[in-house]
């Protein structure tokens, strides 16, 4: 005997509907989503870029009575509200006439469920009328009571266990471990679809402040050239590593390109071991082989050269139209395993940084935009076109650094 057959009437990885099967699919629930967390970050018109995370509006429940003289007497809407890694933490009913309402009388009529988690999503407590019957919760996924598990589109979550409970379709290149979650820091980072770990991101601002301390020793002058490479945006952030003055003219090796990021590890091997990379970077070290990648679209046909790297397309920094960006950057950080990369909204350049500026700088696994169709991976050498590195004691490295990203 069918005790419930629920449908889902998805828009992409968003649901919208929930429908019953044992009555002619009638509407048990209506859902409105808005920008989830990467959409509030800055990138344009996200509405499941971060998978919909955080970005669920209202619901509206039909307490499950379709039929009858008046079906909509006892249907209900509830607004999400969430902490700052999109985990769902209260619902509140939508109802007229409590604009001055404050208190325990508000909270006792509108807060319909509050939630509470472990870092890694187990339900620590909960209340409310509705509590249970929300099925959106930690990370704002679907999440079915019977088994515990959430689901993210193409994986399914267990809390109790904090890891996944099937591999990672990536295979290796989502790292060794196949089924961990987040890469084990629940608490900063959230995962898109089962497939992508994305880091809180921080302002550019920050960025500068903390790349600033890690590079003690240059004079204002030098300061102020890396300042205005950094606010290029995604290219400046990628530029700054390798210290490349992009307000001096100079412009990043885009030589050494390949379509495979293994391929593009195994040139850093190769580099390193012929010694190809000459003179010291901009604090004065031996310079070092770095990959970095750019994303782009292109319609034009791309054939690689003779020695199998490949040249980026004459179109590959043509903007498409307004609602497109015209590239993306990112550097290989190899003491974290992840990319360096920025937001599509980007500063104009100025001679004071502006705090509200809304560009942010993200470290995570960088994600795939649809705004391109093509990415490419490339190696270079870091300079110092910034000028004479700070005077500080250094010493060619003993073993070699895993820069290569694989």
């Known amino acids: 005997m069918i005790v419930a057959d629920t449908k889902y009437v998805w828009a992409g990885w968003l649901v919208l509907l929930e429908l019953d099967g044992t009555d002619s699919d009638a509407v048990l629930r209506k859902y409105t989503w808005g920008l989830d967390v990467a959409g509030q970050n800055g990138q344009i018109n996200s509405l499941e870029s971060a998978g ?39 619902l509140v009913a939508w109802v007229d006439g409590y604009e001055g309402a404050t208190g325990s009388q508000w909270h006792g009529d509108r807060m319909v469920a509050t939630y509470e988690y472990t870092p890694y999503g187990t339900l620590r407590a909960s209340a409310g009328d509705y509590a249970d019957d929300n099925p959106f919760r930690f990370s704002t996924k ?30 290796e290149a989502g790292g060794l471990n196949l089924q961990s979650f987040v890469r084990n820091d629940a608490a900063s980072r959230y ?17 500068w402040r903390r ?37 001096g003219g100079e412009r990043l090796d885009l030589s050494r390109c390949y379509r495979e990021l293994g391929r593009a590890a195994d040139r850093v091997e190769e580099i390193w071991r012929e010694c190809e990379c000459q003179g010291r970077d901009q604090n004065g070290d031996p310079s070092t082989p770095w990959v970095f990648g750019v994303s782009f679209w292109t319609n034009r046909t791309m054939r690689p050269r003779a020695d199998g790297t490949w040249p980026l397309p004459s179109d ?18 190899a003491e974290t395993g992840r990319w360096v990369h920025a937001n599509h909204c980007h500063p ?7 705090e509200n500026d809304p560009m942010k700088v993200y470290t995570d696994d960088w994600p795939h935009y649809s705004d391109f169709n093509t990415r490419l991976w490339c190696v270079a050498c870091k300079r110092h076109d910034f000028g004479r590195p700070p005077r500080r004691p250094t010493s060619r490295p003993t073993s070699q650094p895993t820069s290569g990203g694989r």
């Open 52 to 90: 919909g995370i955080g970005g669920l509006l209202a619901v509206y429940d039909t307490n499950g009575t379709t039929t009858g003289q008046n079906p909509t007497e006892d249907d209900k809407t509830y607004v999400y509200l969430y902490d700052a890694n999109g985990n769902v933490g209260q």
């Open 142 to 171: 679907y999440w079915d009571d019977e088994t515990g598990l959430g689901y993210w589109g193409y994986r399914y979550y267990s809390p109790t266990l904090g890891r996944w409970i099937s591999r990672d379709p990536m295979d």
């Open 191 to 207: 995962d898109v679809l089962g497939l992508l770990s994305i880091a809180t991101p921080i302002t550019c601002e920050e960025y």
């Open 211 to 247: 790349w600033k301390a890690a590079n003690p020793g240059f004079t204002e002058r030098q300061y102020e050239a890396m300042l205005k490479t950094l606010k290029h945006g995604c290219i400046g952030i990628v530029a700054l590593h390798f210290g490349v003055n992009l307000e």
């Open 316 to 333: 590959w920094d043509e903007p498409r139209d307004d609602d497109f960006v015209n590239f993306d950057f990112a550097w290989f950080d």
């Open 348 to 354: 104009d350049l100025a001679d004071e940084y502006d």
